[in-house]
């Protein structure tokens, strides 16, 4: 697969993940914690195939196979780090909401 689809599948998980977990926290504040619980774990999975991604790609770079860093790997990365600091928040604010 060349680089530009394995970084759009990094946007593009990584923009999944963020949004299921906004989601998921509009559940929580009508008080609907299953389908809150339901929509994280999806973007949990989501966000886990990003990493995946990710450290094959840093694996691949560790062996030797070095990929040119462009504006569209950085806007990959910075997807994927928005997301994983969305799901963390997202998280925090619906065991607040829980409790």
Avoid: P, W, Y
């Avoid at 450290?55 to 504006?71: A, R, S, W």
């Avoid at 950085?74 to 619906?94: F, G, P, R, S, Y």
């Amino acid at each position: 697969m060349d680089i530009e689809m394995i970084v759009m599948r990094l946007v593009v998980n990584g923009g999944n993940a963020r949004s299921t977990a906004i989601e998921a926290l509009r559940a929580a504040k009508v008080g609907d914690f299953k389908k809150a619980d339901e929509l994280m774990e999806e973007a949990d999975t989501t966000l886990k195939e990003a990493h995946e991604i990710q450290t094959e790609m840093i694996q691949n770079e560790l062996n030797g196979n070095k990929v040119e860093v462009g504006l569209l790997m950085v806007h990959a990365q910075d997807h994927l780090m928005n997301a994983m600091t969305v799901m963390d928040l997202c998280k925090e604010m619906i065991d607040i909401l829980r409790k």
